[in-house]
Each structure stands twice: as structure tokens, then as C-alpha cells.
């Protein structure tokens, strides 16, 4: 087909092969510029050790860095620890100077505090003899009061007791006049009251007794029905008991049983 | 029915459970003639077949042979259950003399009784009997929904004052 499209050029005149020609250089050039397109990618690949160097060289740069920072952060880690070290040292002794003091003031307390005790132990030693004395006195006093209001109550009490023999003595008569008076109306009484409960057992006993014999002879007569009905129910003989019903039965004719209607 | 085929039950039973069980004797011997033995009607010589093969009492036997030949009669194989029901349902309209006594009688004993009670009370009453032997001798009837106490118990009660003057004259002369 390419062979017949020129030899339908070659067929054409001038213009023709002009407009062939600049075709012809049209697409060398695409070709070239494609080819340069490519190049450049080539190019690119072949530049990128530059590219490592310089990730190279900010990698170093960031180490160097860290080294100052921590070279620093040493140098002041020293400084804050000798600075602690120097304050501590400081507050012990002044810890050790404020216990040194307060040590001397107890001691003084405690020496102020001995001759204080010393001193009141003497005064209460005096005051305690004192006390003894007194209380001794006072003992005394109180017993001898004792024995005499003793031999007070004492006499009162022989008096007093003298006194109520002599009106015990003066009232026996009426006593025992009262006594037999007494002993007198509670006999009347008793006697009394014993009648009366003799009275009423007696007719309660009577009572009783004809309550039952009462009931004593109705158990009889229910004894001797129910024997004879006993005996009358099984001593007859069935032409007997026939003979008896047979009777009850022109009794109750003769009464008008049997007209009964209903 | 009949009145003379109800009489021919009726007659010589007097008591109202004996008449039941005498119309269930009927019964069995006529169906024993109808359905069995496909005879045209009862007669002697089957009686006595029907009363040895059944092994009918003496008794029974003898009631059955005692029926006249008019009773029979009246049955036939599509009439018989109706005239047996009618012979039950007259038999029910009796009147019932309810009889309780000290003592359980016999047949003789309970005949006598009837006999005296269809001659003086009622020509078809029957008679139903219990027993009780608290009562001792005599009887309580029930005659048309009354009760009468003809006992000796009874006759005690009335006699229970007299009775109880005589025990406490008894007791005081005693204890005098």
C-alpha cells in the first residue's frame, strides 16, 4: 500500500513533492524530540548520587547537632547536681547548728526544772508532818466525844426502857381483860360459822344423795326395760313374736290405723 | 291386662320383694320358652325341662307351677315384655305396709302376717319387713307415710313413771 501512496506521489507535480518533504522533516523531528524527552530521564537517573550526598550531608549536620545538645545537656546536668550537693550541704549544717541549740535549752529547762523539784519536795515533806499533827489532835478529840455521847444515850436508854416496863405493868389488866374478851367473841364466832357450814354440808349431802338416787333409779328402770326387751326379744318363739305382732296389728285397726288415707 | 293375671302373682306372695322376684322368674322361664326353645307357649312338660336346666328351686318351681293355664296364655313372644311391664307398673300402685319388728320371721311367719293384713287391711297390699332387736317383741308400722309404735319398748315408756315409783318405793323401804 506504501509503494501505491508514492507512486501516487510521484505521480503529482511540484507542490507535491514540496508538501512531502516538510512532511518527511516533520516527523524527524518528533522522532528527535522523543528522542531528547528520553534523554533527559536518563540524565536524571545518572545525577542521583548528588541527590544522597546532599541527604548525606543533612544527616551529618543533624548528628552534629545532637552531639552539641547533648554535650550541653551534660554540662548542665554537672551544674545542677554541684549546685544540690552545695545546698545540701548548706542546710545540714544548719540543721546540725539549730539541733546544737535546742540542745542547750532543754538542758537548761532540765537543770531549772531539778532545783524546782528539790525545793517543793522540802515544803511538801513539811506540810505532810503538819497534816499528821492535826489529824492526830482531831482523832483524839472525836473519840473522847464519842465515849461521852455514849454514856449519854446510855443513861437515856435505861431511863426510856424503866419508863415502858412501868406502862406495860400499869396495862397488862387491860390486856388481858381485851385478850379474854377477844378470845371470847372469836369462839362465839367459830361455833357459829361452824353450824352453819355443818348445816350446809349436811343438806349438800342431802342433795346429792337424792340426786342420785334419782339417777340410781332411772339406771334401774333402763336396766330392767332392757332386759325384759332382751328377754322378751329372744326368749319368745317366732310363732310367739308372731302372735304378738299379729295382735299390735288388730290394735292398731281397732284405733283406725289403717283408714288413714293420705 | 288382666286383673285376674295380676291376682295369679299376687295371691300367695305377701311380700313386696318376693312379687319382684317371682315376676323375674316369669320372666326368665317365658323367655326361656320364646327365644330358646321357639315353643308356641308354656306348658308342663317344659316347665320341667326349663326348671332342670335352669336348676329352678323347689320353691320357685312350685310357684310357677301353681300359675293357672290362663295366665300363660296371656303371653306371646311379641307381647311379653309389654305385659311384664304392665304387671310391674300395676304391682307398684299396691299399697305398702312397712312392718319393723324385734325378730327375722320365716316364710310361714310372714304369710300369716300378710294373710291377716289382705283380709283386714287392704285386699292388695304387700308387705315390706325390717328388723330391729332393740325393739324387743311387737312391731312399728309405717302405713301410708305415718308411723305407729305397737312395740314392747314403746309399751315400756308408757309404763316407765309406774316403773320408777315402784324402784324408789323399793330403794326408801330399803333404806329405812
Known amino acids: ?262 | 291386662m288382666n286383673d285376674s293375671l295380676l291376682a295369679s302373682v299376687v295371691t300367695q306372695t305377701y311380700l313386696r320383694t318376693d312379687v319382684t322376684y317371682r315376676l323375674g322368674l316369669v320372666r326368665a322361664y317365658l323367655e326361656w320358652v320364646f327365644f330358646t326353645e321357639h315353643a308356641a307357649g308354656p306348658s308342663a312338660a317344659l316347665l320341667e325341662k326349663h326348671s332342670t336346666e335352669a336348676r329352678v328351686s323347689v320353691i320357685d318351681s312350685g310357684f310357677l307351677r301353681g300359675l293357672p293355664e290362663s295366665f300363660w296364655k296371656a303371653f306371646g313372644p311379641e307381647t311379653l315384655y309389654t305385659e311384664l311391664d304392665t304387671l310391674a307398673e300395676a304391682v307398684a300402685t299396691f299399697p305398702t305396709l312397712r312392718m319393723t319388728v324385734g325378730i327375722a320371721f320365716l316364710h310361714s311367719q310372714t304369710e300369716a302376717i300378710g294373710a291377716w293384713a289382705r283380709r283386714a287391711v287392704h285386699p292388695q297390699v304387700l308387705l315390706e319387713f325390717e328388723t330391729d332387736r332393740e325393739l324387743g317383741a311387737g312391731c312399728q308400722i309405717v302405713w301410708r307415710d305415718h308411723v305407729h309404735d305397737y312395740t314392747f319398748a314403746r309399751a315400756l315408756q308408757g309404763k316407765r313413771e309406774a316403773l320408777m315409783a315402784r324402784v324408789q318405793a323399793t330403794a326408801g323401804a330399803q333404806s329405812v
Open chain 1, 1 to 262: 500500500m506504501l509503494h501505491s501512496f508514492f507512486a501516487s506521489f510521484a505521480s503529482l507535480p511540484f507542490a507535491g513533492v514540496a508538501f512531502f518533504g516538510l512532511a518527511t522533516f516533520l516527523l524527524i523531528l518528533a522522532v528527535l524530540i522523543g528522542f531528547v524527552i528520553q534523554l533527559n530521564a536518563r540524565l536524571r537517573l545518572l545525577t542521583a548520587p548528588g541527590y544522597d550526598r546532599i541527604v548525606k550531608d543533612a544527616e551529618a549536620r543533624a548528628e552534629a547537632l545532637i552531639a552539641e545538645a547533648r554535650a550541653q545537656s551534660v554540662t548542665l546536668r554537672t551544674q545542677a547536681e554541684t549546685a544540690a550537693t552545695a545546698i545540701t550541704v548548706s542546710r545540714k549544717e544548719e540543721s546540725e547548728r539549730l539541733q546544737k541549740a535546742e540542745e542547750q535549752r532543754l538542758e537548761t529547762l532540765t537543770t531549772q526544772a531539778a532545783a524546782l523539784l528539790t525545793k517543793h519536795s522540802d515544803a511538801v515533806a513539811k506540810l505532810s508532818e503538819s497534816l499528821e499533827a492535826a489529824m492526830q489532835k482531831q482523832t483524839e478529840a472525836a473519840s473522847a466525844s464519842v465515849v461521852s455521847e455514849a454514856a449519854d444515850i446510855t443513861k437515856a436508854l435505861q431511863g426510856e426502857a424503866g419508863a415502858l416496863h412501868k406502862i406495860i405493868e400499869d396495862m397488862r389488866p387491860q390486856f388481858e381483860a381485851s385478850y379474854a374478851a377477844l378470845a371470847k367473841e372469836l369462839q362465839a364466832s367459830l361455833a357459829k360459822e361452824l353450824e352453819t357450814d355443818v348445816r350446809a354440808a349436811r343438806e349438800a349431802v342431802a342433795a346429792y344423795r337424792t340426786a342420785r338416787m334419782t339417777a340410781l333409779n332411772a339406771e334401774i328402770v333402763s336396766l330392767v326395760e332392757e332386759t325384759a326387751r332382751l328377754a322378751f326379744g329372744q326368749a319368745l318363739s317366732l310363732e310367739t313374736h308372731r302372735d304378738i305382732v299379729l295382735a299390735a296389728l288388730e290394735q292398731a285397726r281397732r284405733e283406725g290405723v289403717f283408714t288413714t288415707r293420705a
